[in-house]
């Protein structure tokens, strides 16, 4: 498998009046060719200034203190600004959260979806609207030949999303990092837009970055998943592996409190508490103060990750050897037995990847 | 749209048609003789040029000549400047008003776009601090008081321009213009770096930057136009400015304008022409006001495309 | 990370589980809660150029206080003997307030050819009646904030019960009431203060007035246009099924929330009547002679500013002055009460 994307030791500050908000601390992780990566977190977790600083399109503020994002051999932190313009939107491109204000108010929605051939390519002004007009139809744009000349507004904001998503591909890009794009959606073309990346990804061969706060849209698209806390990922495995056998207990939290249709009881589960100030960020796991599992070590010692398999790992002291062992959730130890069961019954391929750099898998 | 239209143009005669009656009784109210030279009047004389003027009919009936002489473009005739018609003194003297407010507006809209964007772009730093400052100062400074001080330094000390009068064409109206477009400067500059500062905090603008362009090309190719549309509205609050403005740089500078002439008439009591001033002021206002709205509509592709006529 | 875990002792102790805290603590506010009020005059203080303006405004204010009881002579008196004295302070030493003037090239001692008795003198200089410049520039200040003042009354008492009744009755009054101030307002305001300036006598209260009939309109639209989001408010709505009354309403709920569109209008207005006024004043139809007001010492200065520039130059640079502090007063607030400034 190979690698187009690895991020190292990544830390970025936000300098703030109340002083440095450590916003990043000591993110790892690499995207593969072709899969589809799901980062997962809550609001505040760090998701989202991570995808930024793959884009160079962090707040004035923002610092990166230290690491690498390596893509394709350059590490797109050293680059000079004229250099990550001709990435972005060229081999990296975004999907934004909100279509309703993503798209420029007073320009036709050809001219927008053909903006960054023109910029990139000598295409001519005529072939660009052309492949423009292609990608609308391909995005689900129907007739869009009589649509080029319409305005956003003239637009649903399901349809206006397929626009936004067009504009992100229209140069065939080789990572789409997509920053929630169907938060602001209703549920039902919610699932529209998850089926028409899925299709677009077969047909582009792209590698998506998929950032999300929602589990739930998470098992439709993602081939692995890395859950973010307080600026830290803390688990991260393939999609089964994070569904079914989760480590962590922030992320038996997460799943804890996704409504499935075997919940058994009428309410729903809700995490203790709330994130830590970044600010200051405590001294060791920063999970353990809303954690009902925490142990004296958690408030000492950051939690390194412990290697559950080849692809799976945790950075949760409950997986130490010298640590008692623990009776996890009901709902989680459900999923436990069924990932057991599917992987007996041959139904889960652990998929074998090879993992050297990147992951720190021991404690000692 | 059309229907629109013509529905603000019903309204825009409607209103003129209040202001007309508004200042006609107004006027009747009036205190003092509106004639020049009455102290030397006998009874019988004034009687004479009553019944010239039409003085001596009942005012309703008055009011009904007042109103069918303005259709015919009729606004009486002035008694304090040589008994010319209204409509000649004021048609003689538009063309310099028309000249300054003109120049003036155009000076100070782009120079206020120029200030205010650029210090949206470049925000919190100290090119953003003095464009700042200079729009408060242009808001700040009465613009008669910079006229005297343009007129005293620039045309008394320096003699680079003339001091006043109307009768070295463009060199005169120099320093009027410039005196006048400060105003229009200061909004122009303070409207535009608040609509810029939050076109640059759009969702649309993170985007186009996404798609590879530079900041100088998200800001000719995005921000420009959408912080410029909203600007128009601000065209009608400049206007009355300006007409306030004319008044006194005007005077200042001795130029044969509306604004003069309005100042020397409300010094003269010379009702007639003060009633024909009012009348044409609110006329270019709320014509000013409508073409605004108008074009405000056909710019914006949200209002012009949200009318019945459907896309496009 | 794997190198800081590797210096960890883990003992035994390491793996007892500790109850997570208390939920309640975690939960609590660690920085102390402002009212709304508390958090704009915070953010107000941070704006030093506002916090300028403010104690600049009131030692303006303060001085014209003094002003009704006390100037250091009488604005009105005239010597004119002493007119068209430049301005002189103590011996006249200090550089331009010497005393002399330059006639047709050579400085003359002003106060020594008007024989004025040594000990006195006249830090501004005096007018054309020989009446001390720094005397009435006081008086005018005062006339001047004062018309400021009470042509602002006119915002509150017509404007904001106007925008109120408009924005909270909404239909065909509001209607009704919009057209009528669209009529108004498309009479250039200067207009219509200058006919009502003809028809009443000139003075004080009748530029008040005349500034107060059209001033109105821009506070009236601007608390429409705020009770109409209030109105759709949750509480506000909870108000209404209480069956609380509209009064009780209007004065409990609405007035507090619309409390800083009022004040910051209000500090937008203040500095637009003053410069009214002095307009008025300065094309001869404000307030009338002998009364100072800065407006007509602008228009004195003006007619023989060439000669005499010290006649216009400060109260030109009081009226500036007063007009940037007033400006940077209202941005200040209007930044600290609505950090995502709009106009």
């Known amino acids: 498998m190979e690698k187009i994307l690895e991020v190292k030791d990544l830390q970025i500050d936000f300098d703030t009046f109340a002083g440095s908000v450590k916003a990043i601390r000591n993110v790892d992780f690499h995207l593969n060719k072709g899969e589809t990566l799901a980062i997962v977190g809550e609001s505040g977790s760090g998701k989202s200034v991570t995808v930024r600083s793959i884009m160079g399109l962090l707040a004035n503020n923002a610092q990166v203190t230290s690491g690498s994002i390596d893509f394709k051999g350059r590490d797109i932190l050293k680059l000079s600004n004229r250099e990550i313009e001709k990435i972005r939107g060229n081999d990296i491109s975004m999907i934004f959260q909100d279509p309703m204000t993503s798209l420029d108010p007073t320009m036709p929605i050809g001219k927008q979806v053909a903006e960054p051939l023109l910029i990139h390519g000598s295409m001519s002004k005529k072939k660009a609207m052309a492949r423009a007009e292609e990608v609308l139809e391909l995005v689900g744009i129907t007739n869009a030949k009589n649509r080029m000349k319409d305005y956003p507004h003239q637009f649903s904001g399901g349809q206006r999303q397929r626009i936004v998503i067009a504009i992100a591909i229209v140069n065939y890009p080789e990572i789409l990092i997509a920053d929630e794009p169907t938060t602001a959606l209703d549920v039902t073309i919610q699932a529209q837009i998850i089926d028409l990346m899925k299709e677009l990804q077969n047909k582009i061969e792209t590698s998506i970055i998929f950032i999300t706060h929602d589990l739930g849209v998470v098992a439709g698209i993602a081939d692995r998943v890395a859950v973010m806390y307080a600026g830290k990922i803390i688990e991260y495995g393939s999609v089964d592996e994070i569904f079914y056998n989760p480590q962590h207990p922030y992320t038996w939290g997460l799943l804890n409190s996704m409504p499935t249709l075997d919940t058994d009881s009428d309410r729903l589960y809700a995490i203790p508490g709330t994130p830590p100030n970044l600010l200051n960020p405590p001294k060791g796991d920063a999970f353990a103060p809303r954690n009902p599992y925490a142990m004296a070590i958690d408030y000492e010692a950051m939690p390194p990750f412990f290697k559950i398999s080849d692809t799976h790992y945790a950075a949760t002291w409950l997986l130490h050897p010298d640590a008692p062992k623990t009776e996890p959730p009901v709902a989680i130890k459900k999923r436990q037995a069924e990932f057991q069961r599917l992987v007996a019954e041959g139904k889960i391929n652990q998929p074998e990847y090879e993992e050297e750099g990147g992951v720190k898998d021991d404690a000692e | 749209m059309r229907k629109y239209i013509f529905k603000r143009i019903m309204y825009m005669i409607l209103t003129l048609f209040i202001i007309a009656t508004a200042t006609f009784f107004l006027m009747k109210l009036m205190p003092g003789s509106p004639y020049a030279n009455q102290a030397k009047m006998t009874a019988d004389q004034r009687a004479i040029m009553d019944a010239q003027y039409g003085l001596n009919k009942p005012v309703y009936q008055q009011y009904f000549i007042y109103l069918i002489g303005i259709l015919h473009g009729d606004f009486g005739t002035s008694f304090q400047f040589n008994n010319q018609p209204v409509s000649f003194l004021i048609s003689s003297r538009i063309g310099p008003s028309m000249q300054i407010g003109a120049q003036a507006i155009i000076l100070g809209t782009v120079l206020g776009i120029l200030l205010g964007a650029i210090a949206a772009i470049r925000k919190n730093t100290w090119v953003d601090t003095l464009a700042t400052f200079f729009a408060i100062l242009g808001r700040s400074i009465p613009n008669f008081v910079f006229a005297v001080l343009l007129q005293f330094y620039l045309a008394f000390k320096l003699k680079i321009f003339p001091i006043a009068l109307w009768d070295e064409g463009f060199r005169s109206s120099i320093l009027p213009t410039i005196a006048l477009s400060m105003a229009p400067l200061a909004t122009t500059a303070r409207f535009m770096r608040t609509e810029m500062v939050d076109v640059l905090n759009s969702d649309y603008i993170e985007l186009a930057r996404a798609k590879g362009n530079t900041p100088w090309q998200t800001v000719a190719k995005h921000a420009l136009r959408n912080s410029l549309i909203p600007v128009i509205t601000i065209i009608g609050p400049m206007a009355v400015d300006l007409m306030v403005g004319s008044m006194v740089v005007e005077n200042i500078f001795s130029i044969p304008g509306i604004g003069d002439q309005f100042v020397k008439s409300i010094t003269t009591n010379d009702y007639p022409t003060i009633m024909g001033l009012t009348l044409l002021y609110s006329f270019m206002l709320v014509v000013v006001i409508l073409i605004v709205d108008i074009l405000y509509g056909f710019i914006d592709p949200r209002i012009r495309l949200s009318g019945n006529e459907g896309s496009n | ?343």
Do not use: C
């Not at chain 3, 400060?314 to 009226?319: E, F, G, N, S, T």
């Open chain 3, 1 to 343: 990370m794997a190198d800081n875990t590797s210096d960890i002792k883990l003992n035994a102790d390491s793996f007892k589980p500790v109850a997570a805290n208390n939920v309640d603590e975690q939960e609590k506010i660690s920085a102390p809660s402002l009212t709304f009020f508390q958090d704009a005059i915070r953010r107000l203080r941070k704006n030093k150029a506002a916090v300028f303006s403010f104690w600049l405004l009131a030692i303006i204010i303060l001085i014209s206080i003094v002003s009704i009881w006390w100037t250091p002579s009488d604005p009105n008196a005239q010597h004119v003997a002493y007119a068209n004295l430049p301005p002189k302070i103590a011996n006249g030493s200090i550089p331009g307030f010497t005393g002399k003037a330059n006639v047709g090239g050579n400085i003359v001692d002003k106060y020594a050819a008007a024989k004025v008795p040594k000990g006195t003198y006249y830090v501004l200089g005096t007018d054309y009646l020989g009446r001390d410049l720094f005397s009435r520039l006081m008086k005018g200040v005062a006339l001047s904030l004062l018309i400021g003042l009470l042509a602002t009354l006119f915002d509150l008492v017509i404007g904001v019960p106007y925008g109120i009744i408009s924005g909270w009755k909404g239909g065909k009054t509001d209607t009704i009431m919009q057209r009528i101030i669209e009529i108004i307002s498309s009479i250039p305001n200067l207009v219509v203060v200058i006919l009502m300036l003809l028809l009443f006598t000139p003075g004080l209260g009748s530029i008040v007035v005349a500034m107060g009939i059209t001033g109105w309109i821009t506070m009236a639209r601007l608390v429409r246009a705020e009770t109409l989001t209030l109105k759709t408010q949750e509480y506000i709505l909870a108000a209404r099924t209480l069956g609380e009354s509209p009064l009780r309403i209007a004065l409990k709920h609405l007035i507090p929330n619309l409390s800083s569109t009022i004040i910051i209008q209000t500090m937008f207005s203040i500095p637009t009547a003053i410069f009214f006024e002095a307009f008025l004043s300065f094309i001869g139809i404000g307030i009338p002679a002998p009364n100072a007001s800065l407006g007509t010492l602008l228009s004195d200065g003006q007619k023989t500013f060439r000669f005499l520039p010290y006649q216009m130059w400060y109260p030109a640079a009081v009226i500036s002055i007063i007009m940037i502090a007033f400006n940077l007063l209202a941005d200040g607030l209007r930044d600290a009460f609505d950090p995502k400034t709009q106009e």
